[in-house]
Antibody
């Protein structure tokens, strides 16, 4: 079955970097995006960035520009999210999720987005001195 | 950057009641890119609705989505005990993507 399996919990010191992995299985990545979403304790969902595995194209939330990098390793069907210069307010659960996007339209505005239908289990990242 | 505002923040309701949750965008958006998610404590979000009004696979028909332009809504026709959760609207599409702040539906 379709699965996204994330790496385990991390504890980091302020200023360090963390990399969370997301191994996908059970489907062909063509047509899918992989998103990264985080949730701080007691807070809402926050979109961080995404990658298009078939092209490697990325997009990031402005808030994280310069600090986040999302990559894809085709050989093992895995996505990675690296967040640098960690601060205490980066303490959160980090999720990866897939989304099918129909890009047959000529203009991006008319692409059809099918929602994030499969999610990883979440990875807790704790930033503490 | 488009902002999604959800209202109300919290709703206290009883099982069997009908509820409509609101999601308002700060500017007109394509309905093709509006989704709704349900989240229970300690769990990953669950996709309910995509494309503003299409139910995801396995979602009961008591959940329905509607709207266009700047105003979107999620309706639960008859609340079941498992529906008490937090609901988020989400704008996918060309970046930047964003989530609404969420609406908590709690048991009265």
């Amino acid at each position: 079955q379709v699965q996204l399996v994330q790496s385990g919990a991390e504890v980091k010191k302020p200023g360090a970097s963390v990399t969370v992995s997301c191994k996908t299985s059970g489907y062909s990545f063509a047509g899918y995006y992989i998103h990264w979403v985080r949730q701080a304790p007691g807070q809402g969902l926050e979109w961080m960035g995404r990658i298009i595995p078939s092209s490697g194209g990325t997009a990031y939330a402005q808030k994280f520009q310069g600090r986040v990098t999302v990559t894809w390793d085709t050989s093992i069907s895995s996505a990675y999210m690296e967040l640098s210069s960690l601060r205490s307010d980066d303490t959160a659960v980090y999720f990866c999720a897939r989304e099918f996007v129909d890009r047959t339209a000529m203009i991006e505005y008319y692409y059809n987005y099918y929602g994030m239908d499969v999610w990883g289990q979440g990875t807790t990242v704790t930033v503490s001195s | 950057e488009i902002v999604l505002t959800q209202s109300p923040g919290t709703l206290s309701l009883s099982p069997g009641e009908r509820v409509t949750l609101s999601c308002r965008a700060s500017q007109s958006i394509s309905g093709n890119s509006l989704a709704w998610y349900q989240q229970n404590p300690g769990q990953a979000p669950r996709l309910l609705i995509y494309g503003a009004s299409s139910r995801a696979t396995g979602i009961p028909d008591r959940f329905s989505g509607s709207g266009s332009g700047t105003d979107f809504s999620l309706t639960i026709s008859r609340l079941e005990p498992e529906d008490f959760a937090v609901y988020y609207c989400h704008l996918s599409g060309s970046s930047p993507l964003t989530f609404g702040g969420g609406t908590k539906v709690e048991i009265k």
